[in-house]
């Protein structure tokens, strides 16, 4: 519509009886109005009979606009609903997605705003359109930073925001330390802290994508970039947070500028979420850093564990260890925007028929965040959204899932045997 935001539109129906507006008063955002219609007693289906397929009579819908210089810019329109809807077709489903656990409609999610909307099968009301499989099950797509409610796929959708959607949003600045022919600290195998760094960025980054934020990494591989060069990058992504991630030969440490309470702070919460994920907790020290000083949003120095040092090289380089990292710094970034809230600790352990530990199993949490086991076959989360959750564990060596309510904890998945 050529028209503001926050246009009134008045919907009358032209031939009472058979298609009835919803409401009868919509407001345009972004240069749409939504507007849901639905049939009246005298909107009566066509029967099927050779050749043709049952089919649903249309109407007259009259839309203008009230008010305003609008009103005289844009004249009303009639719409003509008359074999709009065609035969129904049993393998897609419209509906509204529910917000869990209040049970509204989801509405306003991230990428279905005008007039950037990105995703097509859900508009900013939380009006669905959804295929159906062969049995009636709903076909649910992926919704950045929503994950569903349990395994339910039935209509409606219902889902859950990740961390009450905290990252909605948010626009996050992730430097893996290091690369090129800067190793960013060695370990005595050879082990690069660059790599090791780039893993974790590249991890944490898919995270914060599945929580509803915007990820940018300084760099994607193994390139050479001076301390400016990455400032400039965060500065014209416009970060709200830049996280510097390393694992040098020198003391393991959380670096935040001076005179950064806002650094600070950042720098407790994440360290008790390193500590809630069975991680080292290093200090909290002031750093002087190019970039710590530089960039205009809260910044922050992450460095879990020396390369370095034997016995850390080894751990870093263990299943498990380097995505528990990743998902614990998305705990403390969170925690930057949900500070108070009570999010429970969980595990799951995965084990093959015999009961022997599986390290090294991917193992995803509502279908969005994937994390991997450790030596004892064992993966932390924190519970960040109420209500039921399903946890799969899929690997040539075992395939099983379970949905967790809000009162189970420490639930053992064991492998059948086959793949």
Do not use: K
């Amino acid at each position: 519509m050529p028209v503001p935001d926050s246009t009134a539109i008045r919907l009358h129906e032209l031939e009472p009886g058979r298609v009835l507006p919803g409401d009868t008063l919509v407001t345009s955002s972004g240069g749409v109005a939504w507007a849901y219609l639905r049939l009246g007693a005298g909107g009566v289906r066509a029967p099927a009979g050779p050749g043709r397929r049952g089919s649903q009579s249309g109407g007259l819908v009259r839309a203008a606009i009230e008010g305003g210089a609008s009103q005289a810019r844009c004249p009303p329109a009639q719409l003509d609903l008359a074999g709009a809807g065609g035969a129904r077709d049993p393998e897609l489903w419209r509906g509204f997605a529910l917000l869990m656990p209040e049970g509204v409609p989801l509405a306003r999610a991230p990428g279905t705003l005008e007039p950037d909307r990105r995703i097509p099968w859900l508009n900013r009301d939380g009006f669905a359109e959804l295929r159906r499989d062969a049995q009636g099950r709903l076909l649910l797509p992926s919704l950045p930073g929503y994950r569903p409610w349990g395994d339910d796929s039935m209509p409606p959708p219902r889902l859950a925001a990740i961390g009450s959607g905290a990252l909605f949003g948010r626009r996050i600045v992730i430097d893996p330390d290091g690369g090129g022919e800067d190793p960013g600290g060695s370990g005595r195998n050879g082990t690069r802290a660059a790599a090791l760094n780039l893993d974790v960025a590249r991890a944490l980054a898919a995270m914060l994508e599945a929580a509803g934020a915007e990820a940018r990494l300084t760099r994607g591989g193994d390139l050479a970039l001076s301390d400016v060069e990455r400032v400039q990058i965060s500065e014209s992504f416009r970060a709200d947070r830049f996280l510097r991630i390393g694992h040098r030969a020198e003391r393991p440490r959380f670096g935040h500028y001076f005179s950064s309470a806002a650094g600070r702070s950042w720098a407790q919460r994440t360290a008790g979420e390193l500590g809630r994920m069975g991680l080292p907790v290093p200090p909290d020290v002031e750093d002087a850093q190019y970039p710590l000083q530089q960039t205009s949003c809260p910044a922050l120095y992450v460095s879990p564990a020396r390369v370095d040092d034997p016995v850390s090289e080894e751990r870093l380089l263990a299943p498990g260890t380097l995505r528990a990292e990743a998902y614990a710094l998305l705990l403390g970034l969170l925690r930057e925007w949900a500070p108070g809230t009570e999010w429970p600790t969980d595990s799951v352990e995965v084990r093959d028929p015999g009961g022997h530990p599986l390290a090294g199993v991917p193992v995803t949490l509502g279908g969005s965040l994937v994390l991997e086991t450790d030596a004892r076959g064992r993966v932390r989360f924190a519970r960040t959204e109420p209500g039921p959750l399903e946890v799969r564990a899929l690997d040539r060596r075992i395939s099983r899932r379970v949905v967790l309510l809000d009162s189970e904890r420490g639930a053992v998945l064991i492998g059948s045997g086959s793949p």
